[in-house]
């Protein structure tokens, strides 16, 4: 099998997963998620955050995007530009007014109602979407590359973390030199250091 062939493979099986989990259970999951990455030092001490809105049956990130404002951190949202196939970044105050479905029916900065990040460099610390995980901090996303793309060309990356379920831990995966490690895993069972591998 080549190493696409494994990676679509693992989507698949990983999403259909997720997609098992009754609603409450996974609404239950995410709720503990939220309370421990709103507890991780590193986004604590963070002042300006990058995160995403989530679709189909992954983390609910909703709520932890609402506790980001909450604790008035300045957020910064995704929204995919279809001419360049990168992702532009947007500051998010109000979701309720700023976002609206965009690709694939994820909710999405509207550009004419938000102000556009001028300066990747200003993002102390960003939760990334993923489909599976490996604990030494390996992604595998959805096969666009759009977040592989945009670390790519920071100067100085923020703290990367990613929300998970505990079934979405897998034990090996392809990987490309292009393909960015997360240094920080949460799940609902743990909080693991990608960088020691160990979890708390």
Known sequence: MTDQAI???LRKRIIALREQLPEAQRAAYSAAITERLLQLPEYRQAGTVLG?????AEFASERWVARVLADGKRLALPKV???TNYLDLYWVEDP?????AGLWGIREPVAERCERLGNLNEVEFALLPGVAFMR???RLGYGGGFYDKLFAGMAQRPILAAAAFALQLVE???QE???IKVEWIITEQETI???ARKSV
């Open 7 to 9: 990676k679509q493979a």
């Open 177 to 179: 030199a292009t393909d």
């Open 81 to 83: 530009n279809r001419h």
């Open 172 to 174: 090996a995966l392809p």
């Open 193 to 195: 250091d990608c960088s």
């Open 52 to 56: 995403y809105m989530n679709f189909g």
């Open 136 to 138: 030494a901090g390996a």
């Open 96 to 100: 309720e007014s700023q976002l609206a």
